[in-house]
């Protein structure tokens, strides 16, 4: 079970660097003419907070196996 858990531990953070790689490719890609508006701003502000949720998550599930 520990090492199961550790797995899945390494398993959230990696996501949790491919998630913001590809908000970062995402945002500085896109042509700016169709970016703006509050959607922008929401979208932006939710997956910031999902990929510190996740972060936070994977690390806990390191943490937990000491």
Known sequence: MRALSIVCG???IVMT???GHG???FYSHAGH???HG???YGA???AALMGVLSLV?????LKGNR
């Open 23 to 25: 908000i970062h490719h």
């Open 38 to 40: 509050i959607a922008l």
């Open 44 to 46: 932006m502000a939710a």
């Open 17 to 19: 660097l491919h998630l």
């Open 57 to 61: 998550g994977g690390f806990l599930l």
């Open 10 to 12: 390494i398993a959230v």
């Open 33 to 35: 003419q169709g970016m």
